[in-house]
């Protein structure tokens, strides 16, 4: 195979990107997107900012837009992110009743898995609901402090009951490393959902890796410790500042760690091209700003056993 996608088609997995719906109608983007990629995650427009920024009131022409292209050339996509204290409009924080947090929730989770129900292979249902350091507390968000603990149980019970049909995963950043206090406290409530039945299918690991936080040395066990609750393990933001063969060899590890996991299932770069990176001024994705493929590529496909 010659592509990332049907590279990891071959090993049983896909292989995929985030996209912006309004970087569409840029040619090469959209002819990289196309060759490349075989599953597709929308970087900002299925948040709640972007589909519900008015209590109610629904908009999805963005996601849309980025849904239609994928599944019109027959690729997966993931749903980001039902539950999440960033991106959320000021009128979801203000609000001050654990019994309107509590339905407010439960409405977006319904509305919006209903509009795409049958279209997305995966649904990020709580995204970043742990602490950074060492405490391996709860994020301090409008739902936390309304609902308690008990609201990520909630989110993942309403969501299957929406769309028994798509697996439903627990996103977060610095879970990577298996000796973070972070990482045992998502592993601990992975496992506590797992023996009491509630449902959760999948854990992402967002792998956004860069000097500070390289690839751990133990990544493969994170995601093999994760799989062995019996979850899937997704790959789902994975971006690793630096150029060249150090860079290369980065993302070699991260394509092998997963590949040697049979439950780890896909992975997802954060983006095509560095031009539109998140990091503003860095390079961490696989092609350059002209769209040609990097060190990282070469290492990639090889290491999906692509040529
Ligand atoms: O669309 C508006 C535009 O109208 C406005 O003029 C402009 C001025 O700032 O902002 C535009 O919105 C920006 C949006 O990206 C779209 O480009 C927001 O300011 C900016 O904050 C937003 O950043 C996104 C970030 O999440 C927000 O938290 C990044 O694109 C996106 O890559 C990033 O993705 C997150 C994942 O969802 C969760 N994990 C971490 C990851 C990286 O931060």
Request: glycine residues 8%; hydrophobic residues 35%; proline residues 3%.
């Amino acid at each position: 195979a010659s592509t990332l996608g049907a590279a990891a088609a071959e090993k049983g997995r896909y292989f995929g990107t985030a996209v912006a719906a309004n970087r569409l109608g840029e040619s090469a983007y959209a002819t990289v997107l196309n060759r490349e990629f075989n599953s597709v995650t929308p970087e900002n427009e299925m948040k709640w900012d972007a589909v519900e920024a008015s209590r109610g009131n629904f908009t999805y022409g963005s996601a849309d837009q980025i849904v239609d292209h994928a599944v019109n050339r027959g690729m997966k996509v993931r749903g980001h992110t039902l539950v999440w204290h960033s991106q959320l409009p000021g009128w979801v924080s203000s609000l001050s009743s654990a019994t309107e947090v509590r339905s407010v929730m439960n409405n977006h989770i319904t509305q919006v898995m209903t509009h795409f129900r049958g279209k997305i292979h995966s649904w990020d249902v709580v995204n970043e609901a742990f602490e950074d350091g060492s405490s391996g507390a709860r994020r301090n968000s409008v739902f936390q402090q309304r609902l308690g603990n008990g609201y990520i149980e909630e989110a993942f019970r309403t969501a299957r009951s929406v769309d028994p049909g798509s697996r439903l995963c627990y996103n977060d950043y610095n879970i990577d490393d298996w000796s973070h206090a972070k990482t045992q406290a998502v592993y601990n409530m992975v496992r506590d959902f797992r023996s009491r039945g509630v449902p959760i299918d999948c854990v992402g690991l967002q792998s956004h890796f860069n000097s500070q936080s390289p690839v751990p040395g133990n990544y493969q066990t994170t995601i093999s410790s994760f799989a062995a609750l019996g979850v899937d393990v997704q790959i789902t933001e994975l971006d690793i500042e630096g150029s060249g063969t150090s860079q290369a060899n980065s993302y070699r590890t991260v394509v092998n760690a997963c590949l040697a996991v049979s439950r780890c299932t896909g992975i997802t770069v954060w983006g095509i091209t560095d031009k539109y990176s998140w990091r503003a001024s860095g390079t961490p994705l696989l092609f350059d700003g002209n769209y040609n493929k990097k060190p990282a590529y070469d290492a990639v496909l090889a290491a999906l056993g692509g040529t």
